[in-house]
């Protein structure tokens, strides 16, 4: 009898450890470093990881993000609006501090997929000196509009979960 979870467990790291890898890649910001550090890929454990299953294993994980991205910018702005019609009586303000949140989530997800497409391209061994600087940046701005986001949900379920306390002890 064959251990699933161990058979599985292999494919799982290695998708892992390439995710982990491609996001050390576009912090880089140049092609050179970038170039450096794709060819020194090295999973822990091995001596060796050829590179063309590096770039396998990095493109199934780009272009499965590409689903995950919708989702995300789906969820958190349509969080970030049923937060603010719960504190709709608080402010105006965060009201439409929420619509605007909720908007630019989806400006972060086309963000993520220019980085993922900038990221495809470079494992595709483009020769663009400013691929890696696009994933960066591009990051940085996703992240910090994905944070900020999930920041104002989080404010806005404790909001919310004070605001049942203090009336019910009233």
Not at 36 to 62: E, I, R, T
Request: aromatic share 12%.
């Amino acid at each position: 009898m064959v251990n699933t979870r161990r058979a599985l467990l292999p494919g799982f790291s290695s998708a892992l450890f390439c995710k982990i890898r491609l996001h050390q890649i576009k912090m880089k910001g140049t092609l050179s470093e970038a170039d450096l550090h794709m060819d020194s890929v090295h999973p822990p454990g091995q001596n060796y990881f050829p590179s063309a299953n590096f770039k396998k294993n990095a493109a199934l994980s780009l272009s499965l993000d590409f689903l995950f991205l919708i989702v995300y910018a789906f969820f958190i702005s349509l969080s970030c609006i049923r937060i603010a019609t719960a504190l709709k009586g608080v402010h105006s303000i965060i009201f439409n501090v929420a619509v605007v949140l909720a908007w630019a989530q989806f400006i972060a997800a086309i963000l993520d997929a220019i980085e993922n497409l900038a990221l495809i391209h470079l494992l595709l061994n483009s020769s663009r000196k400013w691929l890696p600087g696009l994933a960066r940046w591009c990051a940085i701005v996703k992240f910090s509009i994905v944070g900020t986001g999930l920041i104002f949900i989080w404010g806005g379920l404790l909001a919310l979960g004070l605001k049942k306390y203090f009336h019910r002890s009233e």
